[in-house]
């Protein structure tokens, strides 16, 4: 009765918050949602959405048929897995998304490792945020998702998913070396009150990260700079901008004019990679997790990003 484009577009609907969030994470555009979305109505025949402030919201009919979309897509996805098990080769698509920082150190490694292994595997990869990739998971647009979460900030994982842990990772505090803390090994964040910060952009699980720390610290979150980019932090740090925290993960190497001290409290995070229950044992999965556990146990054991 109903077609799987338009469960899928009301799934992501309710889960992207608006029409054109939804349309972002389909890779498709909001008049083609908003056309999927209609003709859903018109089969279920009665109102999926309804107005509110500029967006739109589920009835209490959208929702009840976006929890159906939600078991159907994924049966779907475990339908492919199985499907996928009879192969005598890991084969086929293998759709990832992953936060910068392990695009940036994890994930090449963790490719060349697959291409290696598995040359018929086709693998695309898509940068985000965990807040943009993780509902992809169990709407079954990704296979795998790679995310953080922040000890002091922790990231809900969607349900009928499984969560694997990669590793622990841990951010220091950068700060100019002419800063008049710059040569302690160690600092309470409180006393970093009289330079701004740098920060990824604003709205992002990033940024409201960052906020979300400096206020435990009874600190004005005075963010000056906000760009996409560890690297690019640094050196902003590094011309006496202002005061960033970064992820070892994410450092390659410390710019000339940067001091990296750790913080009182330690600031952690654990990265996982996230896949929809019970595929974590089935072929391009399964691969896929091998793959981005070598590259951690790297990181771990060398205490650099993998590469």
């Known amino acids: 009765m109903f077609g799987l484009e338009r469960m899928r577009a009301l799934y992501a609907v309710a889960t992207q918050g608006s029409v054109a969030a939804a349309a972002a994470a389909l890779h498709v555009t909001p008049s083609g949602v908003s056309q999927q979305l209609a003709k859903l109505e018109r089969e279920a025949g009665q109102p999926l959405l309804e107005p509110r402030g500029r967006g739109v919201r589920l009835t209490k009919a ?178 006496n901008v202002g005061a960033a925290l970064v992820p070892r993960l994410a450092r390659d190497r410390v710019p000339d004019g940067v001091r990296i001290l750790a913080t009182r409290p330690a600031l952690t995070r654990t990265i996982h990679a996230i896949c929809r229950a019970g595929e974590e044992d089935h072929g391009a999965v399964r691969a896929c997790l091998d793959a981005l556990r070598a590259a951690s146990a790297r990181f771990v054991n060398t205490g650099r990003p993998a590469g």
């Open 62 to 239: 959208g929702q009840v048929l976006a929890g159906h979309a939600e078991r159907i897509l994924a049966q779907v996805a475990d339908a492919k897995a199985d499907l996928e098990l009879l192969q005598e080769d890991v084969i086929g698509p293998l759709r990832i998304g992953a936060i910068p920082t392990t695009v940036h150190a994890l994930l090449p490694p963790a490719l060349a490792t697959l291409a290696e292994r598995h040359p018929r595997l086709e693998v695309t990869l898509h940068e985000g945020e965990a807040e943009q990739t993780m509902p992809r998971v169990p709407a079954g647009d990704l296979d795998v998702a790679v995310v953080e979460s922040w000890t002091d900030r922790p990231t809900v994982i969607p349900p009928s998913t499984t969560r694997v842990e990669l590793f622990s990772d841990v951010a220091d505090l950068a700060l100019p070396a002419g800063h008049r803390l710059a040569r302690r090994k160690a600092v309470d964040l409180s006393e970093v009150d009289d330079l701004p910060w740098i920060g990824w952009s604003a709205g992002s699980g990033c940024y409201e990260w960052l906020v979300q720390v400096l206020r435990k610290q009874r600190l004005e979150p005075r963010i000056s700079c906000t760009v996409g980019g560890y690297p690019t932090q640094l050196a902003l740090v590094a011309g």
